[in-house]
T-cell receptor, first 110, second 114 residues
């Protein structure tokens, strides 16, 4: 069945270092969404990408959708302690539900 | 988001007991979802509903049932709880006709089955 994998599973960085998480789907996606879950919290929507090769930025966060629409990445420049949490990508399956990636947990040391 | 609420927030129960988790939303969304979160496994879909008369199974529906009492209410039941149903459960809503719309999650229910 359709799978969405993320790497790495965990990442520890020093504050100020960059961070990237990668999302790979076994099938072509019509769009991809990214969510952030703070420790002890719930997933919160960050962004959606729709077009092949699309790049979107939110302050220090850069999101990219692959040309083949089967992969995506989230890059954080100069991490801060507020970036701590688990980042999930999610892609649609058929027309009615999302398949979430396994998530990348980011820890930032001050 | 306060727009999506879940009760209870924490529950400890014994094997074999029936448990109901409730979700309410004030966002006016038609679509509601129940997910289960386990460490390292991400979010897995249990059931989803697009309106009061529509109920659909997700990836891991065995051992669970749901009820959509109203547009704003979607309940998840464990008929006979077992220890491997210990997990964090999230309710979510979505307003879009397709998957181009983001999902809004409730605060979660942490369920422990002993």
């Amino acid at each position: 069945g359709q799978q969405v994998m993320q790497i790495p599973q965990y990442q520890h960085v020093q504050e100020g270092e960059d961070f990237t998480t990668y999302c790979n789907s076994s099938t072509t996606l019509s769009n991809i969404q990214w969510y952030k879950q703070r420790p002890g919290g719930h997933p919160v929507f960050l962004i959606q990408l729709v077009k092949s090769g699309e790049v979107k930025k939110q302050k220090r966060l850069t999101f990219q959708f692959g040309e083949a629409k089967k992969n995506s990445s989230l890059h954080i420049t100069a991490t801060q302690t507020t970036d701590v949490g688990t980042y999930f990508c999610a892609g649609p399956k058929n027309t009615d539900k999302l398949i979430f990636g396994t998530g990348t947990r980011l820890q930032v040391f001050p | 988001d306060a727009d999506v609420t879940q009760t209870p927030r924490n529950r400890i129960t014994k094997t074999g007991k029936r448990i109901m988790l409730e979700c309410s939303q004030t966002k006016g969304h038609d679509r509601m979802y129940w997910y289960r979160q386990d460490p390292g496994l991400g979010l897995r879909l249990i059931y989803y509903s697009f309106d009061v008369k529509d109920i659909n199974k997700g990836e891991i529906s065995d051992g669970y049932s749901v009820s959509r009492q109203a547009q704003a209410k979607f309940s998840l039941s464990l008929e006979s709880a077992i220890p491997n149903q210990t997990a964090l459960y999230f309710c979510a809503t979505s307003g879009g006709p397709g998957l181009s719309y983001e999902q809004y999650f409730g605060p979660g229910t942490r369920l422990t089955v002993t």
